[in-house]
Nanobody, 122 residues
Framework: QVQLVESGGGLVQTGGSLRLSCVAS????????MGWYRQAPGKERELVAS???????NYADSVKGRFTISRDNAKNTVYLQMNSLKPEDTAVYYC????????????????WGQGTRVTVSS
């Protein structure tokens, strides 16, 4: 099994910044794509940003130019730097990772963290 643990959420004023972190641990043979999703009250979960093992990150239009996703492969960690936060960024943010857990199989699985709450006050 693979566990994802997020941290870094909290309460911030409009225009402020937060940095989210997500550390993956457990049976990791190869870490593939990682990403951040969010779910606001009454809304469906949506992709915020994703980053492949190699290649360019992908961002939702609503966060382009404000959020930056990065990863440290040696630490199995993905980060989300959030700047110029807006009240509409208020949500629970979830980390996601696609992982190959064993050398014995090419199969991969998606794992989710428990979520970290971000609240942006106006």
């Amino acid at each position: 099994q693979v566990q994802l643990v997020e941290s870094g959420g909290g309460l911030v004023q409009t225009g402020g910044s937060l940095r989210l972190s997500c550390v993956a641990s457990g049976s990791i043979f190869r870490m593939n794509g990682m990403g951040w999703y969010r779910q606001a009250p009454g809304k469906e979960r949506e992709l915020v940003a994703s980053i492949p093992t190699g290649g360019s990150p992908n961002y939702a239009d609503s966060v382009k130019g404000r959020f930056t996703i990065s990863r440290d492969n040696a630490k199995n960690t993905v980060y989300l730097q959030m700047n110029s936060l807006k009240p509409e960024d208020t949500a629970v943010y979830y980390c996601n990772a696609n992982v190959r857990t064993t050398i014995m199989s090419y199969a991969t699985n998606n794992y989710w963290g428990q979520g970290t709450r971000v609240t942006v006050s106006s």
